[in-house]
């Protein structure tokens, strides 16, 4: 039977208009409104494998905690005589830090897991924005150190840490550690991206301890050598601790703050275009 004239015309679609909603309107994959629902996906996917892995956790969690207890009962008291003030002031922050920078060599670890397993280049074919994988992997890091950092806070109101300066610096003290982790976070996976063995990232732990070590978190810059007092007062942990203190009980806060937040922002500004490129490149590999 054959098929009317009307049957056999074909059906106008109705045109796109931008901004309305239409079933035939196509959105560009590097789309700015597909990038924030991507990142918000592949964000949570990246902290649901971090919380389903025990390692994970014990390092980002417990270690801390411990740690801190055991700063407390080694060094309390003999900064309290030597300072004036509980240790817990320096220590819960340094505390704070030095688990955001650890957890940063585990998540280099990842991404090179994945780019090895071809992981990376199976969401590279995908139809999504590309600028969201590393995005998401920077916000996972972000809210996995502000979580730590709660955490540490916790166990420091357990020995008899406490705010002292209002809502507001308490709630600025939260964020602090986060700043400064992300883009030791970013220099460190942009390392990981650049070499094909997890020695080059688990060497960081070096940097790290000497971060750690050589700041004004164990012992007050008085203790410390001359010559070794430079460096500790001026390196990026020193600086985010003294404007934590600040924030919980006293001392200054803008200054060590503005360093804080130029060490931060030189790093990312170092590593950007490197990582960028190398997670691209670890992306179309395979």
């Given at each position: 039977?054959?098929?009317?004239?009307?049957?056999q015309?074909p059906?106008?679609?109705?045109?796109?208009?931008?901004?309305?909603?239409?079933?035939?309107?196509?959105?560009?994959?590097?789309?700015?409104?597909?990038?924030?629902?991507?990142?918000?996906?592949?964000?949570?996917?990246?902290?649901?494998?971090?919380?389903?892995?025990?390692?994970?956790?014990?390092?980002?969690?417990?270690?801390?905690?411990?740690?801190?207890?055991?700063?407390?009962?080694?060094?309390?008291?003999?900064?309290?005589?030597?300072?004036?003030?509980?240790?817990?002031?320096?220590?819960?922050?340094?505390?704070?830090?030095?688990?955001?920078?650890?957890?940063?060599?585990?998540?280099?670890?990842?991404?090179?897991?994945?780019?090895?397993?071809?992981?990376?280049?199976?969401?590279?074919?995908?139809?999504?924005?590309?600028?969201?994988?590393l995005l998401?992997?920077?916000?996972?890091?972000?809210?996995?150190?502000?979580?730590?950092?709660?955490?540490?806070?916790?166990?420091?109101?357990?020995?008899?840490?406490?705010?002292?300066?209002?809502?507001p610096?308490?709630?600025?003290?939260?964020?602090?550690?986060?700043?400064?982790?992300v883009?030791?976070?970013?220099?460190?996976?942009?390392?990981?991206?650049y070499?094909?063995?997890?020695?080059v990232?688990?060497?960081?732990?070096?940097?790290?301890?000497?971060?750690?070590?050589?700041?004004?978190?164990?012992?007050?810059?008085?203790?410390?050598?001359?010559?070794?007092?430079p460096?500790?007062?001026h390196?990026?942990?020193?600086?985010?601790i003294?404007?934590?203190?600040?924030?919980?009980?006293?001392?200054?806060?803008?200054?060590?703050?503005?360093?804080?937040?130029l060490?931060?922002?030189?790093?990312?500004?170092?590593?950007?275009?490197?990582?960028?490129?190398?997670?691209?490149?670890a992306?179309?590999?395979?």
């Amino acid at each position: 039977m054959a098929r009317s004239a009307a049957a056999q015309e074909p059906v106008a679609k109705a045109p796109y208009r931008p901004g309305g909603r239409h079933r035939d309107a196509r959105v560009w994959e590097n789309s700015p409104r597909r990038l924030v629902p991507q990142v918000l996906l592949l964000t949570f996917r990246i902290l649901r494998r971090w919380s389903r892995d025990p390692a994970t956790l014990v390092q980002s969690f417990v270690m801390p905690a411990g740690f801190l207890a055991a700063l407390d009962v080694v060094f309390g008291d003999v900064i309290k005589q030597v300072s004036g003030q509980s240790g817990l002031y320096g220590q819960v922050p340094l505390v704070a830090l030095v688990g955001g920078m650890t957890g940063a060599i585990i998540g280099a670890i990842s991404v090179m897991r994945e780019r090895d397993t071809g992981l990376l280049s199976r969401f590279w074919v995908v139809p999504m924005h590309r600028a969201a994988g590393l995005l998401s992997r920077m916000l996972a890091e972000w809210v996995r150190i502000v979580v730590i950092t709660l955490v540490v806070m916790g166990v420091g109101f357990a020995l008899g840490f406490r705010f002292e300066q209002g809502l507001p610096a308490a709630i600025a003290w939260v964020f602090m550690p986060a700043m400064f982790g992300v883009a030791l976070s970013a220099a460190v996976l942009t390392l990981a991206l650049y070499s094909s063995s997890t020695l080059v990232p688990q060497a960081t732990d070096i940097v790290v301890a000497v971060l750690m070590f050589f700041s004004i978190g164990f012992v007050p810059l008085d203790q410390y050598p001359k010559w070794l007092q430079p460096f500790v007062e001026h390196q990026p942990v020193s600086y985010t601790i003294k404007a934590m203190r600040g924030l919980s009980i006293e001392g200054p806060i803008a200054r060590p703050m503005l360093f804080a937040v130029l060490w931060s922002v030189g790093i990312l500004a170092i590593c950007a275009v490197p990582l960028a490129l190398g997670y691209r490149k670890a992306s179309r590999r395979g």
